[in-house]
């Protein structure tokens, strides 16, 4: 009888050469072959069992990241979404022919690339002290006060903007903005090769952005790029 439930962690192009297989969440991965790609699976796990409770799909998680991480550092592989399940080996199976092109193509943009994340946090204008002025003087130092704020928030924008015009225009590399109130992510597609580029320029990054405090996440699968 044919087994069920195959929990998939990636896609690849089908190997050519053994791959050191981790542990997944309660056994050993297998992978198992396409005709042109492959997928790297652990069967007999299902997230329903477990949709109730949190910390085991907390856990789950942190296995699914750590799996894609380790296979990443041996061969190009396109990562999956946390909870991706087949029913069945066939279906599986059915799912790489029929997207093969497709995730062949997706593959071959990445190959050879890493992920880096760049974080942006923003500093806030410092307090002024209270105002002990009256009547027009108040008035003036409050329109003051907000001209500085103003001119602050423009500054640190365009900080920012002049960044992302240096990464992707003088650098010349991808780049997938998540600009949110409370921090900016940068995710930066670079060679392998080039990843002492990154490194390099960061501090230069740092200066430039005196308004922002940055950090520089490690090496990642390239999650957002495919």
Known sequence: M???????YAFLETPSFP??????????????????????????????????????????ALCHDRVICEIFEQVTILPLRFGTCFNSQ?????YLELHS??????????????????????????????????????FLAKKQQYQ???NFTIAQ???????????RNVHQLPIVIQDKQEEVRIYILVGSQDKILILEQ??????????WDL???????PYHFI
């Not at 044919?2 to 998939?8: A, D, K, R, V, W």
Request: proline share 5%.
């Open 157 to 167: 924008d365009t900080e920012k903007q002049n960044l992302i015009d240096v990464i």
């Open 148 to 150: 500085n704020r103003q």
């Open 101 to 138: 092109q497709e995730y062949r193509k997706q593959l071959a943009k990445i190959k050879g690339k890493v992920e880096f994340c760049l974080k942006l946090i923003p500093h806030s204008l410092p307090e002024t002290e209270t105002f002990t002025e009256k009547g027009r003087n108040y």
């Open 215 to 221: 950090s520089l996440g490690d090496v990642l699968p």
């Open 19 to 60: 791959l050191t297989l981790p542990q997944g969440i309660a056994s050993q991965l297998v992978l198992i072959n396409g005709t042109q790609l492959s997928a790297i699976v652990e069967p007999g796990i299902s997230l329903d069992s477990c949709q109730k409770n949190d910390a085991e799909i907390i856990q789950m």
């Open 202 to 211: 960061f501090l230069s990054w740092q200066k430039a952005c005196p308004r």
């Open 90 to 94: 066939t279906k599986l199976l059915n």
């Open 2 to 8: 044919e087994l069920e439930n195959f929990y998939t």
